[in-house]
């Protein structure tokens, strides 16, 4: 099975800061018929996971651009440039190139 | 508008058998794929499977003994049924639409005797 890494584990930052979140695979995400299937998503306190980002950089429709994706093979990237109250929870990565899909552990965001 | 609701048991006792059913509405379950993730204490999300628009299954290999998912598309239903459940299969389970672009609130089921 694929194993995303996800990094930090914990994010401290102020209102306003920029933060990044690193999500690497164990195997490339590229599938054969050329895309990448990776997908951020946010679960804030008490709900369900909504998604932000698909196809490694895609916004997801009604998402703020202050998220952004990057990334190819096996690094990937959300960015958050100016991280607002309701951006608070926990971030995860899941790939659906290979069966069965996987997410990451999570990277839960907290106010400093 | 799209919304996805969940519906089960609540509580399940071990060796027993896990219903859930997924109502949505606000779309067609043949023109989407439908998916089943569940949320455990122990190994975080995990994708337990889906049912193509077509009506075919994919199922994650640590379930498919034991899972099946199935649907209604004349009551917009979509089905879950695990058997043989552990105290490990305590969690919330989630039906989730295409690439999670939808999700259901979840369901919290508690595998105790």
């Known amino acids: 099975d694929v194993v995303l890494t996800q990094t930090p584990p914990t994010l401290s930052a102020t209102i306003g800061q920029s933060v990044s979140i690193s999500c690497r695979s164990s195997q490339s995400l590229l599938h054969s018929n050329g895309n990448t299937y990776l997908n951020w998503l946010l679960q804030r306190p008490g709900q369900p996971p909504q998604l932000l980002i698909y196809l490694v950089s895609r916004l997801e429709s009604g998402v703020p651009n202050r998220f952004s994706g990057s990334g190819s093979g096996t690094d990937f990237t959300l960015k958050i440039s100016g991280v607002e109250a309701e951006d608070l929870g926990v971030y995860y990565c899941v790939q659906s190139t290979h069966a069965p899909y996987t997410f990451g552990a999570g990277t839960k965001l907290e106010l400093k | 508008q799209v919304q996805l609701k969940e519906t089960g048991p609540g509580l399940v006792q071990p060796t027993q058998t896990l219903s859930i059913t997924c109502t949505v509405s606000?779309?067609?379950?043949?023109?989407?794929?439908m998916q089943w993730v569940r949320q455990t204490p122990g190994k975080g999300l995990e994708w337990m499977g889906f049912?193509?628009?077509?009506?075919?299954?994919e199922y994650n290999s640590e379930f498919k003994s034991r899972l099946s998912i199935s649907r209604d598309t004349s009551k917009n239903q979509v089905f879950l049924k695990m058997n043989s459940l552990k105290t490990e299969d305590t969690g919330v389970y989630y039906c989730?639409?295409?690439?999670?672009?939808?999700w259901g609130q979840g369901v919290m089921v508690t595998v105790s005797s």
């Open positions: 049912i193509r628009s077509g009506g075919s299954t």
């Open positions: 606000g779309f067609s379950l043949t023109s989407y794929y």
């Open positions: 989730a639409r295409g690439n999670y672009g939808h």
